[in-house]
């Protein structure tokens, strides 16, 4: 295998699908660092995203990328509803108690989705597409889209981060809820634009993931664990971090399937998982520590 095999076959894939999972890996961290729980239920709000972008496509008869904007848009308030509904009560309760119940909330909206759109792999675009050649480089214009998209994403949400009040108060309440809170940060409204950002890059993920290769009700829950892992390797609570961990958990997928059978793909996910928490549980970038 010569080095452009490797770039074509392996790394753009890898990089591809490291997109993916850094967007899914962003909204983890940031839950993470503010409301300091995981949950369980974002590979499936990302699902829920996915098929609300099909329904604006089949339904709305929208373009497929002008879908993405009203599926993030929905998604957001939905993410919104449930923290409403089913984490909010829970707040000063122990948060294992929390993470519980957002594996509940991942099988109540898995089964939406499967009652509203069945259990049949679905798909935004029907055909081929042929990639075209850059330079010896064999891109989709789905692939290009998919990566200068989740580098807009991230690059608006740190200098939302960075730049904006809200912004400010959100990394506030990520050091210290209590002094934030003394500080005159309203904690609930952080904690309803942590939501709206986070659904929208649930819908973000869930919908790339689609376009690059099918729809189906397990997608999310079959990237969880991929987006954890890119989480804690780059280090939670930094959304850098996330976004460097993604595309490393993605290559080393992609990558894998030189070495090992295609179905333990996800094994390198776990494998990564487990050396980064024994070795070095902060993540590359010394974020929090779980």
């Not at 059978?261 to 070095?280: D, N, Q």
């Amino acid at each position: 295998m010569d080095f452009m095999e490797l770039l074509n076959f392996y790394i753009v894939p890898g990089l591809v699908l490291g997109s993916i999972y850094a967007l899914g890996a962003v909204g983890i961290t940031l839950v993470f660092a503010i409301l300091r729980y995981a949950h369980l239920a974002h590979g499936d709000i990302a699902t829920l995203g996915a098929f609300i972008a099909f329904a604006a496509v089949t339904l709305l008869g929208l373009p497929v990328y002008a879908a993405l904007p009203v599926a993030m848009v929905v998604t957001a308030f939905a993410a919104v509803g449930i923290d409403r509904l089913f984490y909010d009560y829970l707040r000063e309760r122990p948060r294992i108690v929390t993470v519980m119940a957002s594996l509940g909330v991942a099988l109540m909206v898995r089964s939406v989705v499967q009652v509203i759109w069945g259990v049949d792999a679905e798909s935004y675009i029907r055909g081929i597409a042929r990639p075209e050649n850059w330079w010896g480089i064999r891109l989709k214009d789905r692939e290009i889209v998919t990566i200068l998209s989740m580098i807009g994403l991230v690059l608006a949400l740190q200098l939302f981060l960075m730049k904006t009040k809200w912004g400010k108060a959100m990394r506030a309440m990520s050091d210290n809820p209590n002094l934030a809170l003394l500080s005159g940060v309203d904690n609930g409204k952080v904690v309803f634009l942590t939501w709206l950002i986070v659904g929208g890059l649930c819908a973000a993920s869930g919908f790339f993931l689609g376009l690059n290769t099918e729809l189906k009700s397990m997608m999310g829950w079959q990237m969880l664990l991929p987006m954890f892992a890119a989480a804690i390797l780059g280090g939670v609570g930094r959304i850098e971090g996330a976004v460097l961990g993604g595309l490393i958990v993605g290559v080393a997928e992609e990558v894998s399937v030189i070495f090992l059978p295609s179905e333990y793909k996800a094994a390198t996910a776990f494998a990564i998982l487990l050396l980064m928490l024994l070795v070095r549980p902060t993540g590359l970038l010394r974020g929090k520590v779980l």
